[in-house]
């Protein structure tokens, strides 16, 4: 059921078809997002060459870190907003909104700071090539001036589909992609009115294009009086109160932990992928290229399925908890599996674009992608598996099995069979670790105490009202309209 301010119930109504629907538009703004740093990757490319590109990806790498920092509070944030969603409780929803805000005003006026102050020093700690390094300081200094209002939007997006509405997100993610997209080669060669600002240019687009899209998504919010807004005397939950900034920071901290041991665990094995040569490097970046999509349709049922079961739970609807979590699975199968079969039956062409006619690199990546590419069918049952899970708070466990998988086993192995099989054995251990991993998420989703634990959040003044958000039980506040 959808309401006119474009939130879905998620409590109600046909399961598939509802996640479908929510999944969907998740899906784009992912496609959209990735899009458009392949987009701006060209722009720079092409018109400032292989030196400013490499001076953008070492910002990139610094930027995805802090993003994986906060990330983490976001998606506690939106948990407990979905929970109190599903309990009809607006006020405690907007309390949740507002704590998480202050937080992440807080983060942001430190990252400017400090970022723009500290920029020299993490440059120089990252090795950065010296031919590179003016380029790289110049524009990952505009870059941490333009992340606060990155920041501020991805949270409210994240909190958008807490409350219901994946169709809002969307319409703003590509607001800001298109604004990024058409502004990078205005500021980046002095088109029109506009000065030649190269690699500063690039990134002065992306902070105009966060801030732009920001603006537009915050006056759309009290434009349609969504529930996503602070007005009068909500202003003061900007304030959090201990209890509830202990939570946001508490839950979200292992969330964050979890893309950082992606990361660490991509950079680990990129040493092993090196050792291999260059060819054997750029097949395996442009099989990386491949597996950005095709992971895209789990991670977007994952969202989805989190959002779905936190409001579920919040409603104490358990029974549809399940249902929920089964759909999604059935839906991640398919989804993927299809992406996978047309990937794996047209990825010499493919993959062409990326290493054009470097037939022996070519042939690599067909052979990385047919090894490994089926195991992303693996990833999406853990993706699913695990956001039912957080979705009552328990965070913990998921991280432990990631570090489990990404690093005992898909590294260990690895690094253990290399000498005997040579480059094969780094990509059979994608579909190790991946199966590792949907083992280890099954039976914790199955065996577990995830479902006992609660995100116990004292959003209220009074005792009795904390007592009963503890308790996961409704305040018996009226709910508002907007």
């Not at 109600?12 to 784009?28: E, M, Q, V, W």
């Not at 039912?388 to 253990?416: D, E, H, K, Q, S």
């Not at 280890?440 to 009963?468: D, F, L």
Request: proline share 5%; charged share 10%; glycine share 10%.
């Amino acid at each position: 059921m959808k309401s006119q301010d474009g939130r879905r119930d998620l409590t109600a109504g046909p399961i598939g078809k509802t996640l479908l629907l929510f999944a969907l538009p998740t899906l784009g703004s992912s496609v959209l997002q990735s899009l458009n740093g392949s987009i701006n990757a060209i722009w720079i490319g092409q018109f400032l060459g292989e030196r400013a590109l490499a001076a953008t990806t070492n910002a990139n790498i610094i930027m995805f870190l802090l993003v994986a920092a906060t990330f983490g509070f976001g998606m506690a944030a939106t948990i407990l907003i979905g929970q109190n969603m599903g309990r009809r409780d607006v006020d405690a929803v907007r309390r949740v909104l507002g704590s998480a805000l202050g937080l992440f005003a807080v983060i942001s006026t430190l990252t400017v700071v400090v970022g723009w102050l500290a920029a020299p020093a993490i440059l120089r700690a990252l090795a950065t090539p010296a031919e590179v390094y003016p380029l790289a300081l110049a524009y990952l200094r505009v870059i941490f001036v333009a992340m606060p209002p990155g920041f501020i939007s991805v949270l409210l997006t994240m909190a958008l589909r807490g409350v219901g509405d994946s169709i809002t997100p969307l319409k703003f993610m590509a607001l800001g992609s298109v604004l990024d997209v058409v502004l990078n080669p205005v500021f980046i060669l002095g088109l029109g009115p506009a000065p030649a600002l190269g690699i500063e240019g690039s990134a002065i687009a992306t902070l105009i294009a966060n801030s732009g899209s920001l603006l537009a998504l915050v006056t759309y919010l009290y434009a349609k009086d969504l529930v996503v807004r602070l007005r009068g005397a909500e202003w003061r939950y900007l304030i959090p109160t201990p209890t509830l900034l202990k939570t946001i920071v508490v839950k979200g901290f292992p969330m964050g932990l979890q893309m950082l041991v992606v990361s660490t665990s991509a950079l680990a094995m990129m040493g092993l992928v090196n050792r291999h040569g260059t060819s054997t490097t750029a097949a395996y970046g442009a099989a990386n290229q491949l597996w950005t999509y095709i992971q895209m349709p789990a991670m977007a049922v994952g969202a989805a399925v989190s959002a779905m079961a936190a409001q579920n739970i919040g409603a104490g609807q358990w029974d549809r908890v399940d249902r929920i979590t089964r759909a999604g699975l059935r839906m991640n199968l398919l989804l993927t599996g299809v992406l996978v079969l047309v990937v794996t039956l047209l990825d010499r062409h493919v993959l062409w674009l990326f290493l054009g006619n470097e037939q022996g690199a070519i042939d690599i990546a067909a052979r990385i992608n047919l090894i490994a590419g089926w195991s992303f069918m693996l990833f999406g049952v853990s993706m699913v598996l695990a956001a039912t899970v957080r979705a009552n708070g328990a965070v913990v466990g998921p991280l432990v099995i990631l570090a489990i998988a990404m690093f005992p086993v898909r590294f260990g192995l690895a690094n253990l069979f290399e000498p005997m099989l040579g480059s094969d054995a780094i990509w059979w251990s994608f579909p190790a670790g991946s199966l590792a991993s949907m083992v280890m998420t099954i039976a914790y989703y199955r065996y577990g105490n995830w479902r006992k634990g609660r995100m116990s959040v004292p959003a209220g003044k009074e005792e009795c009202e904390e007592q009963a958000l503890a308790e996961g039980q409704p305040t018996n506040k009226a709910m508002p309209v907007g």
